[in-house]
């Protein structure tokens, strides 16, 4: 069965500096997602993207935070300038035109 | 806006036991009900759905649970524990149709003792 797979599944970085988190959706899907779970706390939307733009945000999702479909396969967040609180597990999600959403298994950002 | 909100931050059983998780869900229009389970370091894996079909819905690993509009609830409930249910789980909404995201309740930690 097709996956939504992220990379790295751990990423530690120092306040200040730029993070790229990637994700490879399902093929034939046509939204995407990111979500953020603080430690402790609950699964937060961020941000959902279709025909290459962003369609919705969260006021968490200010502008330090940016998405990018380079290509037919890679949908990246990029977090520019880290804070201690951006320290979270953040999930990939993607689906086609049902209310079906696949998540990746998340990476674990800690900023140290 | 919809939101949902899980009455238990956790419920411990013991196995063999019945479990059952609550969720009340607020929304402005028929409402389509998930149920996540997430296992400690792992993703978010889908138990079941409601979405306007048979009000009681049957997931994975023997999870069932009940959509009642008249109580805005959609409690999750499975007979019989098994060690392995271990995990916390997520009441979440999603609508209306579009690009529409999915908004997660709060989690319930379900713990197991043998």
């Known amino acids: 069965e097709p996956e939504v797979t992220q990379t790295p599944s751990h990423q530690v970085t120092q306040m200040g500096q730029e993070v790229i988190l990637r994700c490879v959706p399902i093929s034939n899907h046509l939204y995407f997602y990111w979500y953020r779970q603080i430690l402790g706390q609950k699964v937060e939307f961020l941000v959902s993207?279709?025909?290459?733009?962003?369609?919705?945000k969260s006021e968490i999702f200010d502008d330090q935070f940016s998405v990018e479909r380079p290509d037919g396969s890679n949908f990246t967040l990029k977090i520019r300038s880290t804070k201690l609180e951006d320290s979270a597990m953040y999930f990939c999600?993607?689906?086609?035109?049902?209310?079906?959403?696949?998540f990746g298994n998340g990476t674990r950002l800690t900023v140290t | 806006a919809q939101s949902v909100t899980q009455l238990d931050s956790h419920v411990s059983v013991s196995e063999g036991t019945p479990v059952l998780l609550r969720c009340n869900y607020s929304?402005?229009?028929?409402?389509?009900l998930f149920w996540y389970v997430q296992h400690p370091n792992k993703g978010l894996q889908l138990l079941l759905k409601?979405?306007?079909?048979?009000?009681l819905v049957k997931g994975i690993n023997g999870f069932e649970a009940e959509f009642k509009k008249s109580e805005t609830s959609f409690h999750l409930t499975k007979p019989s524990a098994h060690m392995s249910d271990a995990a916390e789980y997520f009441c979440?909404?999603?609508?209306?149709?579009?690009?529409?995201?999915?908004?997660f309740g709060t989690g319930t930690r379900l713990l197991v003792s043998p």
């Open positions: 993207f279709y025909n290459n733009e962003i369609s919705e």
């Open positions: 409601y979405t306007s079909a048979a009000t």
């Open positions: 929304s402005s229009y028929s409402p389509s």
């Open positions: 999600a993607s689906r086609g035109d049902t209310e079906f959403f696949h």
């Open positions: 979440v909404v999603s609508g209306p149709t579009g690009f529409q995201k999915l908004v």
